[in-house]
């Protein structure tokens, strides 16, 4: 494996170590780990496919105060860390169309705040954003696939991947909830990027049921799917959350100006979701319609989600 990925896991793995150890330190101090979050994402828990947004893992970890069900009001006060690694891939893995996107592989690292102004949620970070075949996942892609039997990316695929770099990314995002009664809630907001790719957006999410209810939230990248990374609702029963945001993208290094795929402006994300939560495990399944990231992607496709938390 590169180096590069070899630093990533390194960094994995002392972060959560670092967290553990710092739990003592920081509580002196009224800081502490507060809760994890993850979710998984994959195109064949949607479509059936691999392809494209193909898969996605992401965990993150969140420090600050206790927690009261309530955004701090402080900004730096919460802090998230967020550890992300993605598959991106043409729509054939052997021989991809000249029109078809480039292979990308992406490790990222980043590094959120999370508070409130009023009733208004905030949160803003920056993410490290690695690429190329320094990350690795060519090649760990590659090796599952053999294992299983599956036929992995061939190495024209490989060698035509989006380069080695790096992207300093910002991401931000503000929202409101809304209380509708009857168990039901909804949320507008409007995030912006700028970096690996640079957009605005804009959606809503509704929830019925009690799902997020003095939770911290937070959004996965790729389907914009809310995720619990600080639990404290455990109140027993199914939740539907319903969601959908439309984005404007500036630009893109996943999509270059100059590649085979020219990038599509305009992208729209439809996503719902199933939660359920029992007395000692929580399990949540999603589905989201993701809309043509480039102009020659000959359709949609629908990339699933899920999450399975156990309380010993």
């Given at each position: 494996m590169k180096a590069a990925f070899l630093a990533m896991v390194t960094g994995m793995l002392g972060l959560g170590v670092g967290l553990g150890l710092a739990n003592t330190a920081q509580a002196e101090t009224g800081r502490s780990l507060i809760g994890v979050g993850r979710i998984f994402d994959?195109?064949?828990?949607?479509?059936?496919?691999?392809?494209?947004?193909s898969g996605s893992y992401t965990l993150s970890?969140?420090?600050?105060?206790?927690w009261d069900g309530q955004l701090p009001a402080s900004f730096g006060q919460l802090i998230e860390y967020r550890l992300s690694a993605e598959i991106i891939t043409p729509g054939n893995l052997t021989t991809p169309p000249t029109?078809?996107?480039?292979?990308?592989?992406?490790?990222?690292?980043?590094?959120?705040?999370?508070w409130s102004m009023g009733r208004t949620e905030a949160s803003a970070g920056i993410d490290l954003n690695a690429t190329g075949p320094q990350t690795g996942i060519g090649h760990f892609q590659?090796?599952?696939?053999r294992a299983v039997g599956d036929t992995p990316p061939s190495t024209r695929v490989l060698d035509d991947q989006i380069g080695n770099a790096i992207y300093p990314t910002f991401v931000g995002e503000v929202g409101r909830s809304y209380d509708l009664g009857n168990a039901m809630s909804f949320r507008p907001f409007v995030g912006a990027e700028a970096g690996l790719e640079t957009l605005v957006r804009v959606g809503g999410d509704l929830t019925i049921g009690?799902?997020?209810?003095?939770?911290?939230l937070v959004r996965d990248a790729v389907t914009g799917q809310r995720y619990r990374a600080v639990r404290m609702?455990?109140?027993?029963g199914l939740s539907l959350v319903v969601g959908a945001d439309v984005a404007h993208v500036a630009s893109s290094h996943l999509l270059p100006?100059?590649?085979?795929?020219p990038l599509d402006p305009t992208r729209t994300r439809v996503r719902l979701g199933l939660h359920w939560q029992g007395e000692r495990m929580a399990a949540f399944y999603g589905l989201t319609y993701l809309?043509?990231?480039?102009?020659?992607?000959?359709?949609?496709?629908?990339v699933g989600s899920l999450h399975i938390s156990l309380k010993f």
């Open positions: 994959n195109d064949f828990l949607g479509d059936g496919h691999d392809r494209w947004r970890a969140i420090t600050g105060p206790d029109t078809d996107r480039r292979y990308a592989g992406i490790l990222t690292f980043g590094m959120h705040t999370h590659s090796s599952a696939h009690q799902f997020g209810r003095g939770d911290m609702n455990r109140t027993p100006s100059d590649g085979p795929a809309s043509r990231e480039f102009k020659t992607q000959p359709e949609h496709q629908l």
